[in-house]
């Protein structure tokens, strides 16, 4: 099976360490872990924008009188509220 060397400073392997500790892993299945954890977040997001676009059509037809956040007066999103 493939495997990786990484480096780290002694502060951030530090703190590598510490949260393998945290979740009760060893320092090798906690970085396992970590890059399949991504990998699958990347995943479930690509999904999730796919869906939202193939339903966009809908959406708008349904509620015609809703605006995207990006277009509404000063473009404001969720942090404009």
Request: net charge negative; charged share 30%.
């Amino acid at each position: 099976m493939p495997s990786l060397n990484v480096s780290f400073t002694d502060e951030e392997l530090e703190g590598v360490r510490a949260a393998a500790a945290a979740e009760g892993k060893s320092l090798k299945q906690y970085l396992h872990d970590l890059g399949v954890r991504e990998m699958h977040r990347k995943r479930f997001v690509a999904g999730a924008g796919a869906w939202a676009d193939r339903l966009r059509a809908e959406f708008d037809e349904a509620f015609p009188d809703e605006v995207p956040p990006a277009e509404r007066a000063g473009g404001g999103g969720a942090a404009a509220a």
